[in-house]
């Protein structure tokens, strides 16, 4: 019986700190609701009113959105925060699982 009852609380702790970690990242209307380095993405979210989440700017080699006005009414962007200072969002061809794919992603 004690082994169960542990076997309770384990199961229990860790489904406590899997939904901690979804709200590790700030939840936003718009871009003023993030710190001033930061920027709303649009993405689901699980609590009324909030459609996107803060995130910081793209960084190097990391996919992009080749479109800095492909915003949300709300002013979300759509895909990722613009790149970091210094560099751009650039077309790149890639190949994943035998395929070629046509990706975007930051580079100097």
């Known amino acids: 019986m004690k082994y169960v009852i542990v076997v309770c609380l384990l199961i229990l702790a860790i489904d406590q700190s899997w939904g901690a970690k979804q709200y590790a990242q700030k939840l936003c209307r718009t871009e003023d609701d993030c710190d001033w ?3 709303c993405i649009e993405t689901e979210t ?3 009113g909030f459609s996107g989440i ?3 700017p793209t960084q190097r080699g990391e996919i992009c ?3 800095p006005r492909d915003k949300t009414v709300d002013g979300r962007y ?3 925060c613009p790149c970091d200072e210094g560099l751009s969002c650039q077309f790149k ?3 994943f ?3 070629i794919r046509n990706i975007y992603v930051c580079q100097a």
């Open 65 to 67: 959105n080749p479109d």
């Open 46 to 48: 699980r609590l009324p």
């Open 93 to 95: 061809e890639e190949e």
């Open 78 to 80: 759509r895909r990722a």
């Open 54 to 56: 803060c995130s910081n």
């Open 97 to 99: 699982r035998g395929k």
């Open 37 to 39: 380095d930061q920027c």
